[in-house]
């Protein structure tokens, strides 16, 4: 079994920034591909932010060039750095990783509320 663990949401300012971690612990397993989603009140899931084993990185039209996606092999643990904070970024924000264990799997994190105040 893997267990992911989120770390890093916060309350900030408009303009602030805040940084999420999505760490990934068990045993006989590695971290491919990773994402980040979030979800606001009423809204749908939406994808954020995209990192490949080989740390190429995508990113929705909303957040390019504010939200920066890292990772940490050795760690097993994901980052996204985000900066210039908007009230619209408020929701709760979630990983996604997909893991191989013998066979391919898609864990997700707890979720860790960001919210933005104006």
């Known amino acids: 079994q893997v267990q992911l663990v989120e770390s890093g949401g916060g309350l900030v300012q408009a303009g602030g920034s805040l940084r999420l971690s999505c760490a990934a612990s068990g045993s006989n397993f590695s971290v491919n591909a990773a994402n980040w989603y979030r979800q606001a009140p009423g809204k749908k899931r939406e994808l954020v932010a995209g990192?490949?084993?080989?740390?190429?990185?995508d990113y929705g039209d909303s957040v390019k060039g504010r939200f920066t996606n890292s990772r940490d092999n050795a760690k097993n643990t994901v980052y996204l750095q985000m900066n210039s904070l908007k009230p619209e970024d408020t929701a709760v924000y979630y990983c996604?990783?997909?893991?191989?264990?013998?066979?391919?799997?898609?864990?997700w994190g707890q979720g860790t509320q960001v919210t933005v105040s104006s």
């Open positions: 996604n990783l997909r893991v191989y264990r013998g066979k391919w799997y898609n864990y």
């Open positions: 990192i490949t084993s080989g740390g190429s990185t």
